[in-house]
């Protein structure tokens, strides 16, 4: 440190600190992923939970802002600024710079620097490869925060492709059923779809109402989907054997009643613990994750080279247990409000039925 | 094994019962003896080992897991043998990478160093020689913006690496292997055996073999069920195999092969063989409208233990004779008192009760002759062991269960007094002619018959007099229609989360009642239940108690419950009793959630006294 003696080193809390609005950033003025209205926001992907209408100034990707126009309509917020990957801007006493976080299409961490301290939370992340977004970009930096949806070593998610295998599969063995893959809407949804495609499946995917918005979206950017089909005014005969794409709660509703006996899958994470897939009435789990799991956490974290890292929404504990056992320094950090996209997604706006 | 396990797999998914039967007949058909007759054995819960303790298998974990995060997956999974299966870290057979899979430690800095950047490069090296990660997963084109500057990262590298290249594991075991191995396998050797297996199966095959040497291989699937999936092998009925399977034995060659059509049918040897139950389903009130009293025959239902009571002469004319639980489970140890009763070939459906002076005790004083390792003769004389029949399965040598009910209750009635036993007596019919009168028996049991035995019933049953004795519980045949349970509206309190199907749930409640407290009013828990709600309802309760936490003590949750901020349960139960073990003095039977109050605030549940009150109506039987 070569700055003068009264000037004293800028530690990571007054850099980044909890508040109950999210990450707020005091000497750049704006919050991260702010789960009530603020004057700036930034935001690092688009998923209901993170992303929300009602704040002065936002900065994020282009899709995401995208993402957040689809959802919430024109006016979600005062204004907004779109941030390429790579690209690095000043405000107040830090510098923003925006890199991939594997997530969903336009998810990033966002890295920020304050003097020589740089902190990059990452939002949501995952480091298996995604047809769908741009790949995880790894950030060298100081202090990490790290989401932990998946922070037990339980978690180990395996090859998505092996997954879509095993649908692909069941769809052979019973030519005369409906399959009906519960997905959420916003990006694990095209994530199967374009597995489905890389896997050689050329007929078409049937969509539910709520799914095709965001999807036709993704399609726009030049994700490459196949041919896609709105499953409503359907005969139900014409559904057997064809794969529908649908919102997670949609799979358990009446709704299913359209479809030739369904057999109900669920491309999730979550799908790793039995009980769990039973819980949700699963008959086919198909282990396909937007999170990084256990040893992708532990493997990201001790690459980032950070010597402090801390942990929010989800298994924080085991988490926090492992990094403090390698000798770093880990803390969970109270945030709420996150991970909840998962359990209650709520349909974008207007296509509620269907 | 790792068919086998396969198969697991799939049954615990498959709701549709003609699907199970589908993919375990399938089974059958594509795998050879002696597998396939293990497999029957782990379905049909024939097998029999000396099964190891869960705390074996928390000794293999803990040598290869740090235990804090083994507990916290635990606590999680709520399963044992899933955790164990899902994070079972295999050994790692040296290759050039000294560093654990998955994990390079890079040595922490407090700041970033040159040693983040190294590792970051060593990283993005690793996974381009990685080239079979790599099959199938080209990306798609995406527009070049999307494209990050930081391609080609992927924080992966480990366990599949490493197993890919080491191609000298064994081949994993098969289900004989495992089952005969498990048979003769010493004690001090089964933990070794146990980590060898482990580390050749994969996730799914050491899920089964964990839940197989564990003893806990429960996938939803009756004994019943894999028995019909054989006999649809040589296109038989399941019932001709239910009356020769008691003198079976694992692996079942000879079975295979008369269902295979290479053999002749094998014979049943044992003289009391156990004849699997028929049961009830519970009445709704909407099922009345439907039914004609005019069908039915109406007994008591009594508030015991189901059991079958079995008599036969052996080879050479002895009568031996066996009580069976509901289950199967040969309970005659228990009894030996009821023995010398059932001397007369023959076999009893019939209900457990404790009578002193001719009188039914209630439920909580039969408790006391049950799960007993050693029966005393002071046990046997303070808790006189009685049986009341409710029908007749067989009658010496024949085989009733396909005559119509009436006809079975007829030879009850004789078989019975030709007994003539003081410990065997007939639970009676009752008389009804409409719905109308029959809700007022099952109101008041004892001016309808029941007497001084009343607080014994339990409800009524309603059984078709046409019904056959079906295994199982066939529609329509029988009903069931309990006395209404007594309701509390209680204030939730403590909650923890579930094992096996709610695991991961915040599932079981600690619910309490007020109470005067030193300065005012307080909450004294009352009692736990784990069910009684819909699986929406849980998802709600989930919710309700991970944001209303006040404190964590270890797994336990401590959830807001002041007078205006909590959530009211409904809770329904069978009876109460006095617990000196509980704070409250009082311990329910059979508590379980009936609604949910979001209308109700803590400050109108219910108070301890209402339940010192039910607790005087139900009369004190235990000191009777």
Redesign the interface.
Known sequence: MSGAPYITAMRPRDILMPVAAGLCCKPGGFHIDPVRPVERAVITHGHSDHARAGHGAVLATQETLDMMRLRYGENFAGSTQAMRYGEEIRLGDVRVKFHPAGHVLGSAQIAVTCKDTCIVASGDYKDAPDPTCAPFELVPCDVFITEATFGLPVFRHGDAADEVKKLLASVALFPERAHLVGAYSLGKAQRVIALLRQAGYDAPIYLHGAMEKITRYYQSRGIALGELRPVKGVKKAALAGTITLAPPSATSDLWTRRFPDPVTAFASGWMRVRARARQRGVELPLVISDHADWDGLTATIAATGAGEVWVTHGQEDALVHWCRSRGLQAQPLDLVGYGDEEESETPLADEAEA | MNRFAELLDRL????GRNNKLRLITSYFREVGDPDRGYALAALTGALSFKHAKPALIRDLIAAR??P???G??YD????LS??VA??WPKTVVPDNDQSFP?????P??????E???R??GR?TNKTTDNDFRSD????????S????????????????SSQARNHNYPPPPTLTEVVTTLRTLGKTELPRQLERWLDELDETGR?ALLKLVTGALRIGISARLAKTAAAALGDKDPHEIELIWPGLSPPYLDLFAWLEGRGDKPVNRDPAPFRPVMLAHAIEDTDFQNLDPADYIAEWKWDGIRVQAVAGRDDRGHITARLYSRTGEDITGSFPDLVPSLRLPGAIDGELLILREGRVQSFNVLQQRLNRKVVSPKLIKEFPIHLRAYDLLGDDENDLRELPFAERRERLEAFVNKLDDPRIDLSPTVPFADWGALTAARANPASAGAGEDADAVEGVMLKRRDAPYLPGRPKGQWWKWKRDPHIIDAVLMYAQRGH??????YSDYTFGVWTEGEASDELVPVGKAYFGFT?EE??QID?FVRRNTTEKFGPVRHVVHEPDKGLVLEVAFEGLQRSPRHKSGVAMRFPRISRLRWDKPPREADRLETLEKMLKADAAELEA
Do not use: I
């Not at chain 2, 999680?76 to 399963?79: E, L």
């Not at chain 2, 998955?102 to 890079?106: A, K």
């Not at chain 2, 199938?136 to 527009?143: A, D, I, K, Q």
């Open positions: 615990a998914y498959e709701p897991t740090d804090v995060l083994f916290l997956s999680y999974v709520g399963d899933e955790t899902l994070m998955g994990h390079p430690s890079p922490p800095s407090p700041t970033r160093g040693g983040a950047q590792d970051a990283r199938g997963r080209t990306s798609l084109s995406v527009p913006p999307l494209v990050g500057q930081g391609g080609g990262y992927s924080g992966r590298d480990g366990n599949e899920w096996g199907k709610r695991s991961s749930y699986d849980l998802l919710r």
